[in-house]
C-alpha cells in the first residue's frame, strides 16, 4: 500500500489527563487504522490542568512500551478539529463513546464536523465496559481530594496528577 493510500485517523480530546478509558479506545483504533494520531485540543473553553505539551508527553510516556504503539503519533492543535485533520490527512475522526448520555454532544460535534469537512467522517468507538464511567473531569475531583486513582490511570499520570492537584489546593 503506498503512504497517500494509508487510512489515517485522528483521535482528538482534551486528555486532561489521559486515562485508561482513552487507552482503550486508543488500542481499538490502531487495530483498525493504519496510523493513529493523537491530538490534545489546547484552545477549547475547559480550563484545563495539564498544559498541552505536558498532555502530549503523558500520552507519549503511557503507549512508549505497548506492543500496539508503533503506528500511533501524538500532537497538539489549536483551532477547528477538521482544519487539523485536514492538514493530517486524516478522514477519520475518532470518538469514544461510554454511554448513551455521551451520544447527542458526540452527535451533534460529529454533524458540525461533516458540515465543515464533508470528507472528513467520525467513527465511535465503545471501551471495554469497565472503562464506561472513567471520566477525566471526575478523576480530577477524586485527585483534588485526595482519592486514590489507581484504577482509572495509569501510574505514572497518576503520580502527575496527584502532584498538580495538591499545588492548586495548597494555592486556594
Ligand atoms: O475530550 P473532549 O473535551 O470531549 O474533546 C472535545 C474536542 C477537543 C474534540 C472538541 O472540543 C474540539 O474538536 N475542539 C476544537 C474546536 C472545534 O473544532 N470545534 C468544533 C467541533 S464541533
Known amino acids: 500500500m503506498s503512504e497517500t493510500m494509508k487510512h489515517i485517523a485522528l483521535y482528538p480530546g482534551s486528555f486532561d489527563p489521559i486515562t485508561y478509558g482513552h487507552l482503550d479506545i486508543l488500542e481499538r483504533a490502531t487495530n483498525l ?6 491530538t490534545v485540543a489546547v484552545n477549547n473553553s475547559k480550563k484545563a490542568v495539564f ?6 508527553e503523558l500520552i507519549k510516556q503511557c503507549i512508549k512500551d505497548k506492543d500496539w504503539g508503533a503506528n500511533i503519533e501524538v500532537n497538539q492543535f489549536t483551532g477547528l478539529l477538521v482544519n487539523h485533520a485536514q492538514k493530517m490527512k ?17 452527535f451533534r460535534m460529529a454533524l458540525t464536523n461533516k458540515r465543515l469537512a464533508p470528507e472528513v467522517d ?8 469497565h472503562f464506561t ?6 478523576v480530577k475531583e477524586v485527585a483534588y481530594w485526595g482519592g486514590d486513582m489507581t484504577s482509572f490511570l495509569p501510574p505514572l499520570v497518576a503520580e502527575a496528577l ?3 492537584q495538591q499545588q492548586n489546593r495548597a494555592e486556594k
Open 33 to 38: 487504522f493504519d496510523k493513529v494520531i493523537v
Open 51 to 56: 498544559t498541552g505539551d505536558e498532555r502530549v
Open 90 to 106: 486524516a478522514n477519520t475522526l475518532i470518538r469514544g463513546v461510554r454511554q448513551i448520555s455521551d451520544f447527542e454532544y458526540e
Open 122 to 129: 467520525t467513527v465511535f468507538l465503545m471501551p471495554d465496559e
Open 133 to 138: 464511567f472513567i471520566s477525566a473531569s471526575l
Open 162 to 164: 496527584e502532584k498538580k
